[in-house]
């Protein structure tokens, strides 16, 4: 979880320092994935606990809207 997390915001940061648009989009991808990794880790965690946690739950709808905006972020500078 910490891996993945902390890569979203190095890979933003390169993303965003990127020398071409290609490897703009190629580092957004990463983005995506890494985003998409947590999801699946916060998920874990949810499903390991026996009570309701809404600290998760909001956790993962988070991470569910950086999934989304970066999938947006790569379609517009893929055109």
Do not use: P
Request: net charge negative; aromatic share 6%.
């Amino acid at each position: 979880m910490l891996r993945s997390g902390t890569s979203v915001g190095a890979n933003t940061r390169s993303a965003f320092r990127g020398r071409s648009n290609k490897e703009f989009i190629a580092k957004v991808g990463i983005v995506i994935e890494e985003a998409d990794e947590c999801v699946y880790w916060l998920e874990l965690i949810q499903e390991t606990i026996e009570h309701d946690n809404t600290t998760i739950q909001s956790l993962i709808k988070e991470a569910d809207e950086l999934v989304a905006i970066f999938v947006s972020i790569s379609k517009k500078n893929k055109r």
